[in-house]
Each structure stands twice: as C-alpha cells, then as structure tokens.
C-alpha cells in the first residue's frame, strides 16, 4: 500500500510539468504577437486551450509567467553556448567555426521570437537582468573564441573584434525577423562572409 501511495505523484508531477511548458508555449506565441504590455493570462490561457483558473494554479501573474520564459531561454542559450564555444569548436577552421555558431543562434532566436519582446520591455529587474546578460555572455564567449584562436592578438584587439562581431549578428538578426524563408537563408549567409571576412585577418597575425 505504501509503494502506491508513493507512486501517485509521479503522473501528477508530469502532468504539471506538461502543463506548465503548455503554458510557456502559449505565452511565446501571446507575447510575439501581441507584445508583452498587450498580453494579459487570460489571452495567455485562451491560447493554451485552458481555463485562467488553471493557468493560476501555475503562475499568479503574467510576471511570473516572463519570467519562467526568461529562466527557460538563459538554460537554454547557456547550453547551446557551451557547445558551441567550447574548445572543441574553437578549433574547427574559421568558416566552420562560423557556420556552427550562426546556424545555432540563428535557430534559437527564430524558434523563440518572443525573446526579444523579453530583452526590450521593462518588466521587472528579475526578467532583464537574466535575458540582458545573455548577449553580454556571447560576447565574452567570442572573446574567448577569439583568444583561443589567435592568442598572440592583443587584449584590447580581441575585446573590439568580439563587441564587434556581436553587433553585426544584432542587427543581421533584426534584418532577419523581417524576412522570409529564402532572404534568411541568404542574410545568414552573408552574415557568415561578413564576419568570417572581418575575422580572417585578425586571426592570421
């Protein structure tokens, strides 16, 4: 009998966690489309295909639900970024290491538009303080991409040349949001030749 009641939780637990990444997902497309100030957790649960009262049986409040969208982007761009800027990665040849790093980012960003309505919208110290950290983090992490494959480049070269690829990836990515299937393809790879080109020769000295 005690191994039964024991084992009943279990479905209940899976069943919220389920329930809960339903209601992240419903949020990412509420907030990209109608933006973060416009959204409100009834819109949040009517996407969800659940009642509000549900929904506030997870989340007290639209806040709350950003910021489980915020956690859940920093798990996941961290990830992805261990991979991709790992020591492994550094050594692969430049275009390589390019196309491995763009193609990633690029996915991620396009998967999860509601990112940047998350990055640009004052919700809470708690919510930007975990999605503005991010690009700062991509930022060291080309820094140290960069160190490992040009350490004779100086200190203030490198910090330049990763604040700099950074800011082209930005604004590509703006350009990117706007475009259609064939034009991103196009645009990641022009942006691609742009860094690669800018890169090539730093990393030749």
Excluded: C
Aim: aromatic letters at 8%; glycine letters at 2%.
């Amino acid at each position: 009998m005690e191994q039964k009641k024991d084992a009943r939780p279990v479905p209940r637990r899976a069943r919220g966690l389920q329930r809960m990444a339903s209601i992240l997902a419903a949020a990412e497309i509420v907030f990209a489309r109608m933006g973060y100030e416009e959204a409100t957790t009834n819109h949040i649960a009517a996407q969800a295909g659940i009642s509000p009262g549900s929904l506030y049986q997870f989340f007290s409040n639209k806040e709350e639900i950003a910021q489980a969208l915020a956690t859940r982007y920093t798990e996941e761009l961290q990830e992805a970024h261990a991979i991709i800027f790992s020591v492994e990665a550094a050594a692969l040849p430049l275009p390589l290491w390019l196309d491995q790093i763009f193609d990633t980012l690029v996915a991620f960003h396009l998967s999860h538009p509601a990112f940047h309505i998350l990055l640009n919208t004052p919700i809470s110290s708690r919510v930007t303080s975990l999605v503005r950290a991010l690009p700062q983090q991509m930022q060291e992490n080309f820094d140290l991409g960069i160190e490992r494959k040009a350490p004779d480049l100086s200190e203030a070269q490198r910090k330049l040349s990763a604040l700099m690829t950074v800011q082209i990836f930005k604004g590509t990515l703006l350009l990117i949001f706007q475009a259609n299937e064939e034009e991103t393809k196009r645009l990641v790879n022009e942006l691609k030749t742009v860094v690669r080109r800018y890169l090539e020769p730093l990393l030749d000295r």
